[in-house]
T-cell receptor
Framework: GQQLNQSPQSMFIQEGEDVSMNCTSS?????WLWYKQDPGEGPVLLIA?????ELTSNGRLTAQFGITRKDSFLNISASIPSDVGIYFC?????????????FGKGTKLSVKP | EADIYQTPRYLVIGTGKKITLECSQT?????MYWYQQDPGMELHLIHY???????EKGDLSSESTVSRIRTEHFPLTLESARPSHTSQYLC????????????FGEGSRLTVL
């Protein structure tokens, strides 16, 4: 079945540093999404991308939908302690069941003040 | 803020007990989902529903069952809990046009002794 390869698996960074994580797949997707999960909470949608090549920002976050439709990246600029959490990418294809929403395994981000 | 609620947040029970995890949303969303997540790990879809009286099994086989008698309510039931059911269960919902854009509850963390 479809799988998403999300990397890195974990990151330990200093406050103020920029962060970059990405997600790749052997299959194409119509939609790429990025979620963040705080400890003990449910994931929250950060950014949704609907077109190949689309570049979207949400505050300090920037995400891009790869031209090949097989990848996406998320950048966080000037990290702060509240950026700590697990970031999940997700890919979706129309025309199927909700089982076609595939999640990556997550990137765990730790920020040192 | 998303209006989707899960109860209980935490539950510790003995093997063989029947349990029901409640999930309610006040957004009028037709689509609802249950995901299973071990701490810090990926999300696995176990059930979903496209509307009242519609339920489907997800990608991960689960011994749990669900029902959808009302739009706003999507409970998950385990008839006889076992230690292997220990996990976090996340409920989510989405609007019809927001494919992939899920609103998650805070989760129910289940421990079976």
């Amino acid at each position: 079945g479809q799988q998403l390869n999300q990397s890195p698996q974990s990151m330990f960074i200093q406050e103020g540093e920029d962060v970059s994580m990405n997600c790749t797949s052997s299959s194409i997707f119509n939609t790429w999404l990025w979620y963040k999960q705080d400890p003990g909470e449910g994931p929250v949608l950060l950014i949704a991308l609907y077109k190949a090549g689309e570049l979207t920002s949400n505050g300090r976050l920037t995400a891009q939908f790869g031209i090949t439709r097989k990848d996406s990246f998320l950048n966080i600029s000037a990290s702060i302690p509240s950026d700590v959490g697990i970031y999940f990418c997700a890919g979706f294809n129309y025309g199927g069941s909700q089982g076609n929403l595939i999640f990556g395994k997550g990137t765990k981000l730790s920020v040192k003040p | 803020e998303a209006d989707i609620y899960q109860t209980p947040r935490y539950l510790v029970i003995g093997t063989g007990k029947k349990i029901t995890l409640e999930c309610s949303q006040t957004m009028g969303h037709d689509k609802m989902y249950w995901y299973q997540q071990d701490p810090g790990m990926e999300l696995h879809l176990i059930h979903y529903s496209y509307g009242v009286n519609s339920t489907e099994k997800g990608d991960l086989s689960s011994e749990s069952t669900v029902s959808r008698i009302r739009t706003e309510h999507f409970p998950l039931t385990l008839e006889s809990a076992r230690p292997s059911h220990t996990s976090q269960y996340l409920c989510a919902s989405s609007a019809g046009q927001g494919i992939g854009e899920l609103f998650f509850g805070e989760g129910s963390r289940l421990t079976v002794l």
